[in-house]
């Protein structure tokens, strides 16, 4: 890490007591309000020993929604209204694509304090109520200030081809490779009753489908959803209360890159993944190696590759043989997205980090059910990558012992 | 309730005069901003190497220029070493950024860290940001496209308290008087000079009661602040100021959910939050920079942050109570009737304010100290339905 005076662990201070998600998907029928209810509700249900949601002194929303995606929360006051509780403070995080992941760690920060024994992370998105040219597009153009790429073309599938290309001429990955990645997180999905996407796809199903930006084609690429998720956290020394498998929180970090694509170094790897996992590594004292399952930012086939590596689950130039042989599946090395990943919940962005913590939580307390992996040390890794020129990621650590 | 008195302090402010900047982008004003914020720290600081984490705030988008995440800051400050986080939380997005930035510090996490706030809001016309923004506030909710812009939300409030507390457009356009006496005085002020309650009566109406000069400008800006833990402030400089309090409040956002329209619980929320961690009284408060985005608006901040009871904010600002040189002055700088509201630049300016006043820097605009302490506050968002108070100190 770059500076002086080390960065102070919050290893052991805040735990996880519960979660909940809506399905993922072309959700038409309800509102962002109904998402951010039903999972309000859900979340408090689902803390063991019961909580009164009057406990809850703080509060984070996650969203980016407001004007591009409509209709979104402008500010804390929004979660307000849904939750019912006008009497504790309330912060509308707005972070690019690690938002959900990002509110989670203000959360866990706003605990760190000493403020707040109880608090809630909530993420919701709608994605499907508009066209992706009438808000992805615009929301690229505006993003970097108006840089003049974006509109040359530079969509999310155009960004991460760059670094797909370049996988494929410095690692000689494949299309299949990417393809692969795909197949794994289809298979997950499938098992997972909050994906959208529940069916199983072949390679060869892969390179069939449309081509989007070569060489990504339409199955390597997660859906566009609407979702949404929530944790409940507390003081570490209250979890018990609460629960008796509340999962701790080891570490929690943000790390960034510069966003223009001349400050790049390479396209090779995602330095605000590297910045992020490192330092949520240093926090948690914890080894790559010692991680039992990950929840990585799949958005795109290739970028989970790209993420394996910078997190350090492997050698750059590693993934891509290794995805093949079977090593990040279910029963494999060390299962990379069992949920099914983006890649078969789609992004809702407030709600994807949040969701993946969820499945997190679940997976350390062996509630996972047919796609449930084997835990050994009882340590869990979430992951998002995202925002202008994929220079935001956040990482978090969790554990089921303190 | 912990509270965090004491344990973090700021070190360093900057700002850059409000203004229209069509000639500078946003990332020229945040650039500047944070140069002007490091060089502010009197024994000088190494950016790179001291601050640990930062937290940007800005609201975008819909003013045509706006950052995405924290990168966009990472670009800016040439620092790509450091873990930041955008915060977007309505009219309050500036002082819950530094809201969250001091739990960075007193999390433990980090001992130096930053938080910078920038807006444009001159590149688009109204219409197409802030209505457009207000309708999508309530998630497009029809309250908004029949016009309830907020001017038009403040003239609820205006037309109740003259109606139940016996105010009148001159008690308003006072505040507006006031207000632009102090902005003459601050090279920051966008409004640089006086009105008199006549002016201000005979300026068009935008929405019954309030005229144009009731309402603030629409400015771009940028501020910036650095905060430490306190243990380490005097490395940074011998005149630290000491966080007491901060705390968010908060309120439905729907006007049929309000039971009055002649006081907002956001304030009154996040003033008892902050004065409960704060551990102090309204009177040991010398001076207050509160959120004046509309005159009627400054005399219900009075009352909601408890400086008097509800209707008494009238007679006292008539009477001089809140002039620069009353017994409790009320924007020194000129708030945002002579600054303008960039949004997440906002509430940091007036951190910014409040520091050098508590170290006795702001020149012809200096108020007289006796306790050395300020406060700070913002509302707005949706339906009024977010505020942030943070208290400040010269003594820990």
């Not at chain 1, 566009?224 to 929690?252: E, M, N």
């Not at chain 2, 309402?215 to 005097?234: F, H, N, S, W």
């Not at chain 2, 304030?267 to 008892?272: D, K, L």
């Amino acid at each position: 890490m770059q500076g002086g005076n080390k960065v102070e662990s919050i290893k052991g201070k805040v735990a996880i007591i519960g979660t909940a998600m809506t399905p993922f998907g072309g959700l038409y029928d309800k509102s962002l309000e109904d998402l951010a209810q039903e999972v309000f509700i859900n979340c408090v249900k689902s803390v063991d020993k019961g909580i009164d949601p009057k406990e809850i002194k703080a509060g984070w929303i996650g969203s980016i929604g407001m004007d591009l995606l409509i209709p979104g929360g402008l500010s804390g006051s929004w979660l307000t209204t849904q939750m019912g509780n006008a009497d504790i403070p309330i912060t509308r995080v707005c972070d690019g694509c690690i938002t959900g992941g990002d509110t989670l760690r203000q959360a866990v920060i706003g605990i760190a304090t000493g403020l707040y024994d109880v608090v809630i992370a909530l993420g919701a998105e709608k994605m499907t109520e508009k066209t992706a040219s009438d808000f992805l597009m615009p929301l690229g153009g505006e993003l970097l200030g108006f840089n003049p790429y974006w509109i040359w073309g530079m969509t999310a599938p155009a960004t991460q081809a760059l670094y797909a290309t370049r996988q494929m001429y410095e690692f000689g990955y494949t299309m299949e490779m990417f393809a692969r990645v795909a197949v794994k997180n289809h298979r997950n999905g499938k098992r997972c009753p909050y994906a959208y996407y529940r069916h199983e796809v072949t390679i060869e199903e892969v390179l069939k489908s449309p081509l989007v930006c070569w060489p990504l084609h339409l199955l390597d690429c997660c859906p566009q959803t609407d979702g949404a998720a929530a944790a409940i956290l507390c003081r570490a020394d209250l979890a018990k209360k609460y629960t008796d498998k509340p999962v701790y929180v080891l570490g929690s970090n943000v790390g960034v890159d510069y966003a223009l694509y001349w400050d790049k170094a390479n396209f090779i790897e995602l330095p605000a993944t590297i910045r992020a996992a490192r330092g949520a590594f240093e926090m948690a004292g914890v080894k790559p190696a010692e991680v039992d399952l990950a929840e990585t930012h799949d958005c795109f086939t290739n970028t989970e590759l790209l993420n394996i590596e910078d997190i350090g689950f492997c050698k750059k130039g590693g993934a891509g043989p290794l995805v093949m042989e079977g090593e990040f599946d279910i029963g494999g090395r060390i299962p990379v997205g069992p949920s099914g990943g983006l890649k078969t919940h789609g992004h809702p962005i407030g709600a994807t980090g949040l969701f993946q913590i969820c499945e997190c939580f679940w997976q350390l307390r062996e509630e996972a059910g047919e796609r449930q992996v084997k835990i050994d040390r009882g340590i869990a890794l979430q992951h998002n990558v995202g925002g202008a020129g994929f220079a935001d990621s956040c990482v978090t650590i969790l554990s089921r012992s303190a | 309730m912990e509270s965090i008195r004491g344990k973090v302090a700021i070190i360093g402010v900057g700002m850059i005069p409000f203004g229209e900047h069509f000639e500078k982008s946003m990332e020229d004003m945040a650039q500047e901003t944070y140069i002007n914020c490091i060089k502010s720290v009197d024994k000088g600081i190494e950016p790179k190497k001291d601050i640990k984490a930062a937290w940007l705030g800005n609201l975008g988008r819909l003013f045509g220029a706006g950052a995405m995440s924290g990168s966009w800051l990472a670009t800016q400050i040439g620092n790509t070493g450091i873990p930041i986080t955008r915060i977007e939380s309505g009219c309050p997005t500036g002082s819950d950024t530094l809201r969250h930035a001091i739990f960075g510090v007193a999390s433990g996490m980090y001992d130096v860290v930053l938080a910078l706030g920038a807006e444009k809001m001159r590149e688009k016309p109204g219409t197409e940001s802030l209505i457009a923004l207000g309708t999508i506030g309530l998630g497009g909710h029809p309250s908004w496209t029949w016009g309830s812009t907020a001017p038009a939300m403040q003239a609820v409030y205006a037309t109740r308290q003259m109606y139940e507390l016996g105010y009148t457009m001159e008690t308003f356009a006072r505040v507006a008087v006031k207000n632009h006496h102090n902005g003459k005085l601050c090279p920051f002020a966008h409004y640089r000079y006086e009105v008199t309650i006549e002016d201000v009566l005979r300026s068009p109406m935008v929405c019954w009661p309030l005229h144009l000069l009731d309402c603030c400008p629409q400015t771009d800006g940028a501020a910036a602040v650095i905060v430490c833990r306190a243990d380490l402030a005097k490395n940074y400089t011998d005149k630290p100021v000491y966080v007491l309090g901060t705390h968010v409040g908060l309120d439905h956002s729907f006007y049929w959910d309000k039971h009055n329209f002649i006081e907002m619980l956001a304030t009154v929320r996040a003033a008892n939050g902050a004065f409960d961690m704060a551990g102090i009284k309204r009177e040991e408060v010398d001076f207050a920079e509160v959120h004046d985005c509309f005159t009627n608006t400054e005399v219900m901040n009075y009352e909601d942050i408890g400086f008097c009871k509800k209707g008494e904010g009238g007679p006292r600002l008539m009477e001089g109570y809140f002039d620069i040189d009353g017994p409790l002055p009320i924007q020194p700088s000129g708030g945002l009737k002579a600054h303008g509201h960039p949004i997440a630049a906002t509430g940091i300016s007036q951190i910014c304010e409040c520091f050098w006043q508590l170290r006795e820097e702001a020149g012809d605009r200096q108020v007289k100290l006796k306790n050395g302490i300020a406060l700070q506050h913002n509302v707005g968002g949706s339906g009024f339905g977010v505020s942030c108070v943070t208290i400040t100190s010269r003594n820990p």
